[in-house]
């Protein structure tokens, strides 16, 4: 059975992805709350997908990317991420406007339109917040981050990717100079204050959970 890749179903192949999907059964309350609808709603439509062979669903477990699912989310994924990459770099948006955008604009791209946004871009690699963007052939590379919370006092982060779907957040990080490639510092880590104190350029800063949630990055290499 075939289904219509309409903007709903393209959403819930996205989140999936987004969830992990691709390599692990991701749990229908999960892709409710991405999406902010109610569980039954969902389990209907992964019924549908699963019936498109998009995903393996199991009742009470979830639901799984097929190959075609994989390949069918991939693409709304460059869709949107070259559309943020081009509101940006060629129309000057800001890096916290473009999220909302793309969601609107990635369904209704055609494969021409696609190609033309990439040619222009010169063929780039991440969005503007650091996301890869899958090749026109569905590849995806996949990167071993770590949220900066992970990283202990002493030890130098590469951020490499920031979470995009909070504009004021991204204002803050922004001003902060907590963007993809810069390299920050950890000082110390106050837990029972939750706060981290780290090293910016020349500038310490203060954050907290909220402040650091969605910052993910990589050690540093040794200087």
Known sequence: MSVQLTPAVQDYLKVIHALGGAEQTVASVDIAARLKVRVPSVTGMLKRLAEAELIRYEARRGARLTEAGIAAARRVIRRHRLVELFLT???????????????????????????????????????????????????????????????????????REVQDDNPARLVRWQSLGLTPGAVVRILSHQPLDDLFHVQVGDQTIHIGSEGREGLRGEAARPR
């Open 89 to 159: 770099r060629v129309l000057g948006m800001d890096w916290s406007e473009v999220d909302a955008e793309a969601d609107a604009l990635e369904h209704v791209i055609s494969p021409r339109l696609e190609a033309a946004l990439a040619r222009h871009l010169g063929e780039p690699l991440e969005d503007p917040h650091g996301h890869l963007i899958p090749s026109v052939e569905g590849d995806l590379r996949h990167r071993e981050l770590l949220p900066l919370s992970q990283f202990a006092a002493g030890q130098e982060v590469v951020i």
